[in-house]
């Protein structure tokens, strides 16, 4: 959610993100932490990496090899963080943090999203959720992305967690959030995808099992249509997840709502999937036979209809 925040949400206090997030770059590389703390955040990533430790030899192929190795790298990037952190292990997420119930609330969540997730898209290699104690680190895991106005972030294969604003969503809120998330690490791929499709994709996942209403989810963009501002002239490009980011996100949610409404959710998915090794127009014609004028003239017709609705 956006994904992601406590931001300008469908639902108050569930979208995963505000601003507008699209960026996939890879962590910035920590500095070095000062001479009088080294020792003590060499302890600490030794610790964290023995929780990090997977099965001995003898036992099973490890699933979550690859999140368990990445989460320790990113312990090893940013060592004076996580000094009393504990780690908790879902069937998709390794998740490193404070305090230990949210981390362990956060892997369940990872679990429930995870389900979803694997029913929508299929299987993935799993994510490293990060829960840093403050604003400030979750800046500084982020970077260069920014996480102002978000209640988490996916950059690369992480999950980055902005406590104050995750701590502010509601039970609801907050599934929605984790899930839209992974869904982002799920998708990501070698080509980018329009990002209405990549944060409309990740919210159709995220409010998937939700039950909330249309009109609830887009509120915001449901009150300027009923007032006639402008609204739903063109599937939304990355200025108006800038300009205004609560429309846009709620735009992108309807695009691939009507796309797997009139087509079927297999379609959806074969869309994204196609949109990641070729241009998205010859994707779109090969894969629902529609341009993009098209498409743009059928989802304006099938928000205004459900916006309208009571």
Request: hydrophobic share 45%; aromatic share 6%.
């Amino acid at each position: 959610m956006g994904a992601t925040n406590g931001a300008p949400a469908g639902a108050p206090g569930t979208r995963a993100e505000a601003d507008g997030r699209g960026a996939q770059a890879p962590p910035r590389s920590a500095t070095p932490p000062r001479a009088g703390s080294r020792r003590r955040t060499a302890a600490v990533a030794v610790a964290l990496a023995a929780l990090l430790a997977g099965p001995g030899a003898a036992a099973p192929p490890d699933p979550l090899l690859a999140a368990r190795l990445d989460a320790r790298a990113a312990v090893r990037e940013h060592p004076g963080m996580w000094t009393g952190a504990s780690v908790a292990r879902g069937g998709r997420a390794v998740v490193v943090g404070s305090p230990r119930t949210l981390v362990a609330d956060i892997a369940e969540l990872a679990d429930r999203a995870d389900r979803t997730v694997r029913g929508l898209w299929g299987g993935y290699g799993g994510a490293v959720v990060l829960v840093p104690r403050d604003e400030e680190q979750a800046a500084a895991l982020g970077a260069p992305a920014e996480v102002d106005g978000l209640a988490a972030v996916a950059i690369g294969g992480r999950v980055i967690v902005r406590p104050a604003a995750f701590a502010r969503l509601s039970a609801t809120g907050r599934l929605i959030v984790v899930t839209h998330e992974l869904t982002h690490v799920a998708t990501a791929g070698p080509r980018d995808v329009p990002m209405w499709l990549m944060e409309g994709f990740a919210d159709y996942a995220g409010y998937l099992d939700s039950g909330l209403p249309v009109r609830t989810v887009a509120a915001e963009l449901a009150a300027d249509v009923a007032a006639g501002r402008p609204a739903l002239r063109d599937l939304p490009g990355p200025a108006d997840f800038a300009a205004r980011p609560a429309q846009a996100y709620e735009e992108a949610w309807l695009a691939c709502r009507y796309i797997a409404a009139r087509f079927g959710e297999r379609k959806l998915v074969a869309l994204y999937r196609a949109a990641r090794g070729e241009e998205f127009g010859d994707a779109l014609r090969r894969v629902l036979g529609l341009t993009t004028a098209d498409l743009t003239r059928g989802w304006r017709a099938y928000a205004r209809e459900r916006l309208a609705r009571p």
